[in-house]
């Protein structure tokens, strides 16, 4: 895995564009991502952190702006390209999971492959595999609603990364889980960033921004600080990282 | 792993198919719904086109063991008797077999409505039905009835009892059989006397309702000229009123088909109202359909992989209503005769038939109601699911 380059320049969404209920989610956000890199975005409750992982994940579209993944502009891409992007290379761990309710865990960590073909029993292999990884071998045949908060956690972690993603995004993966089951959080993304995997997390978390090369800071949609914590050199970073955001308001 | 090795070799539809039978499983409620929904429409129809092939196989029978020629005569259009001195002359035109007198007529017997038909004995065709109890009618013997089945249990009749028909005072038939009836429809209700005893109660001593013709085959086009130049022969004495069995036939499909024609198209139009009805039903559970449609998609489903798994669902939603409607549409007809439906199409029966309602389950019918059905789900549960699976998957979710 190489991981991937993004280039995200003047990003605006804005829900509801035209009416009273107008919310601008983000404004003029312009930021790059490097990879093989933990990137944590890092705000308050409302200030565009998922916003800007859903745009980055290719889950959602840009009111206006671009994003550009290893020099291809993704919000030029038709929605065919975009399911492409997303089952080839993205993994994405939501908030509150959205697991399938009533589906065994290791159909819903296999679901992603269903439509490449792969027959059940190579699914059910993958599945057990990676759950094993995150000890939940026990838990093969046990659909959402018989597992706690963190095993939920664990089998989306497992789901996100089932297709082998370069990029893997999670979305507040602290906010519904206990202390012991952050502690194994944090253990993966560093395991999947020896493997070169790119993560973005957002979090209001402080917890997280200990893992993170480099911390986007967010408040009220607008990026207002790069913070570059991993002392060692970026790989081919032409031209380096920005200390400040290029289109984001000053610290 | 990429998409193209992973697909390799392998079967994605399949996999969906499979998926999809498993979203039929796991949502049982909404699946549940849609396949009643779609048994209450389907059924009825069913039902009906059922009864109507089986009457019209019935009519076909009774046809094809018919006579070639029944000529009454015609006056103002109509059917009248037609004198018996013509049933000699008829007899002595080349290519005639057999001419037979018959009398038709309808009459209470034991307050209720029988068919009264009086033939020579030995002409009432063997192809009529069979004899359950007793023995046919005798050549010669008088104030004999040979009684249907149905009839009989419900008027209480055995063999060796008696009963009178009130237009005939004074005249006592003894039973001395039962049949059952070939041609349910038409024999049911049946009553067979000799001839003579007939045409007394009926009051038409010297004449016949109508006489019928068994020709010998290649003669039809031969006999029909003779019956033509006899009516110029008789220069206006009778107008002969002849129908062959073609023409026979084809009254009776003509009104089938109509009859059919017309059901189908209240139904056409009941299941253009059943849209919308399906529309919400198949939406049933459509928030978590959406949510789950966004996950699918976030997770790298494709518009139209999603689409695939809804077409399977709606195919098989299609195929477990259209099979469950046969059934019911079956227990319909052979426990409950085909009650509320077959009177549409056999006229006189009343709510419930005296007699097994005659049906035949076709292959078109049920293919056309599983179309039907697959048009209506896929309308229903296709544009919903395309427009959940066309929006960012975020929004999908949200």
């Known amino acids: 895995m190489s991981g991937a380059r993004y280039t995200i320049r003047e990003v605006t969404k804005t829900y509801r564009a035209g009416t009273p ?9 312009s930021v790059e991502g490097y990879p093989g890199e933990i990137t944590v975005v890092y705000g308050p409750s409302g200030s565009g952190k998922t916003t800007l992982i859903s745009l980055i994940g290719a889950l959602d579209r840009p009111t206006s ?14 929605e065919p390209a975009l399911a492409r992007l997303r089952r080839s290379q993205i993994g994405f761990i939501f908030q509150n999971f959205n697991l399938l309710p009533g589906v065994p865990a290791w159909e819903n960590v296999s679901q992603p492959l269903i439509p490449r073909g792969m027959g059940e029993r190579a699914r059910r292999e993958r599945a057990r595999e990676l759950l094993e990884r995150f000890h939940l071998g026990h838990r093969l045949l046990h659909p959402p609603e018989e597992l706690s908060g963190g095993e939920q956690q664990r089998v989306a972690i497992a789901r996100a990364l089932v297709g082998n993603p370069e990029i893997l995004i999670a979305d507040e993966p602290t906010s519904n889980i206990d202390e012991e089951e952050i502690d194994r959080l944090l253990a993966c993304f560093t395991e999947l960033k020896g493997k070169g995997t790119t993560l973005f997390v957002s979090t209001h978390d402080p917890i997280l921004r200990d893992l993170a090369d480099v911390v986007w800071h967010l408040k009220g949609g607008r990026l207002i600080e790069v913070e570059r914590r991993s002392s060692a050199s970026l790989p081919d970073r032409q031209g380096g990282p920005p ?3 290029a289109g984001g308001a000053a610290p | 792993m990429t998409e193209t090795t992973a697909k390799k070799g392998l079967h994605p539809h399949w996999n969906l198919l499979r998926f999809a039978v498993d979203q039929i499983l796991r949502h049982r409620l909404r699946s549940a719904v849609v396949a009643a929904a779609l048994v209450a429409i389907l059924t009825p129809f069913l039902t009906a086109m059922a009864i109507s092939e089986g009457v019209r196989a019935e009519s076909a029978l009774a046809v094809h063991e018919g006579a070639d ?3 009454a005569s015609d006056q103002f259009g109509k059917n009248a008797p037609i004198p018996l001195r013509y049933l000699e002359e008829f007899a002595r035109i080349p290519g005639v077999e057999r001419a037979v007198p018959r009398v038709v007529g309808r009459a209470y017997v034991n307050e209720r409505l029988a068919v009264i038909v009086g033939l020579p004995p030995a002409s009432i065709p063997p192809g009529a039905g069979s004899i359950l109890k007793g023995r046919p009618l005798r050549d010669g013997a008088r104030n004999e009835a040979l009684i249907g089945a149905a009839l009989a249990r419900h008027g209480g009749l055995q063999v060796g009892h008696a009963f009178q028909i009130p237009i005939a005072e004074g005249k ?3 039973v001395v059989g039962l049949f059952q009836p070939t041609v349910s429809i038409w024999g049911a209700d049946l009553i067979y006397l000799s001839f003579a005893d007939a045409a007394e ?8 309702s109508e006489i019928l013709l068994y020709i010998k085959p290649g003669y039809e086009e031969q006999v029909a000229f003779s019956l033509d130049l006899l009516q110029m022969v008789e220069r206006g004495r009778i107008f002969l009123r002849t129908q062959n069995k073609d023409l ?3 009254y009776l499909n003509r009104g089938f088909t109509l009859k059919a024609g017309i059901f189908t198209a209240l139904y056409a ?12 039903v198949s939406g049933f559970g459509m928030s978590e359909r959406r949510r789950e449609i966004g996950v699918l998609k976030a997770t790298g489903w494709h518009t139209e992989e999603v689409l695939e798994v809804v077409f399977w669902e709606s195919l098989l939603h299609a195929a477990a209503g259209a099979a469950l409607a046969l059934l019911l549409a079956m227990a319909w007809i052979y426990a409950f005769n085909g009650a509320l439906v077959a009177q549409f199409f056999i006229p006189e029966i009343g709510l419930l038939a005296p007699f097994p309602v005659p049906a035949r389950f076709l292959p078109l019918p049920f293919l056309l109601g599983f179309l039907f059905s697959v048009a209506l789900t896929l309308v229903g549960s296709l544009y919903t699911a395309w427009r959940a699976a066309a929006v960012p998957p975020v929004e999908a979710m949200r």
């Open chain 1, 21 to 29: 209920h107008e919310v601008r989610a983000l404004q003029k956000v």
């Open chain 1, 65 to 78: 702006g671009t994003i550009h993944l290893n020099g291809e502009e993704m919000t030029r891409f038709a």
């Open chain 1, 243 to 245: 200390e400040t955001p």
């Open chain 2, 69 to 71: 020629f029944y000529v």
């Open chain 2, 172 to 174: 006592t038939f003894e």
């Open chain 2, 201 to 208: 109660v009926f009051g038409m001593e010297g004449q016949a």
């Open chain 2, 248 to 250: 026979v036939r084809q």
């Open chain 2, 269 to 280: 139009v009941a299941f253009a109202l059943a849209i919308p009805a399906l529309l919400v």
